[in-house]
């Protein structure tokens, strides 16, 4: 999808006449009860699906088959985000040996395992974060979180100027992370780091009890959840 006609849709999902929006919405009660009722209601069968996803990880090289990644929050600091390890162990090494373009969302990324790309096509490694949701570390629909590696590489280098300055001033004033967002629906592959922190800036601006309702259904919609295909 060109970059016009991705920003036309991002528009598209995020328009709506509620006053609550922007930091409003992402920084208000409601926002948070409605997303734990909802983490709560879906914990059950997302583990059980990612229980059922993490055998074939375990039988593949006889090691733990989940994660928690190490990221850091500008506004609260460490978190672990929980998966189904769809990567060899020691991929950070890996990683750091990479050039950085191997690693923007383009294609084929050698840390990740074969079974790991069927998880990763049915977004099966991500289900874990549905308790980080419910104990309150993620967002269900917020802002994508990035790795170290990305942190180093493209964003602390360019802090200066927007969208990355921006995007960084709402993560100290309470924008979460989320499970599902606007960038991770939207963005495709060869989509750098400053068009998906461009898109990521646009749902801090412009976040509504709508806008993340219209984001889910267009994410199961579009077959995104197949991603890595």
């Not at 990880?57 to 189904?84: M, Q, S, T, Y």
């Not at 960084?168 to 998906?196: A, F, P, T």
């Not at 922190?197 to 646009?202: I, Q, S, T, V």
Request: glycine share 8%; charged share 25%; net charge positive.
């Amino acid at each position: 999808m060109e970059w016009d006609k991705t920003l036309q849709l991002a528009e598209k999902l995020l328009e709506t006449d509620s006053s609550v929006v922007g930091e409003k919405w992402w920084n208000s009660r409601a926002k948070r009860y409605y997303e734990w009722i909802l983490g709560a209601a879906m914990l059950v069968p997302a583990l059980s699906v990612a229980m059922f996803g993490a055998v074939p990880v375990w039988c593949g090289d006889r090691k733990n088959p989940f994660v928690a990644l190490r990221r850091v929050h500008p506004g609260v600091g460490e978190l672990k985000i929980l998966k189904v390890r769809s990567m060899h162990e020691g991929s950070e090494k890996l990683e750091a040996d990479l050039p950085p373009t191997i690693l923007l969302k383009n294609g084929y990324d050698p840390r990740v395992t074969p079974v790991g790309r069927y998880l990763r096509r049915f977004s099966v490694d991500e289900l874990p974060q549905v308790l980080n949701v419910v104990n309150g570390d993620l967002a269900l629909v917020g802002a994508r979180h990035w790795s170290p590696r990305e942190w180093d590489t493209m964003i602390e280098p360019n802090l200066d100027k927007d969208p990355f300055k921006s995007l960084i001033g709402h993560y100290k004033n309470g924008l979460s992370w989320g499970v599902v967002g606007l960038g991770c629906v939207l963005y495709r592959d060869g989509v750098d780091m400053e068009r998906r922190c461009e898109l990521e800036l646009m749902y801090a601006n412009r976040a509504s009890f709508v806008g993340d309702w219209r984001i889910i259904r267009h994410m199961v919609a579009s077959g995104v959840l197949m991603r890595g295909k």
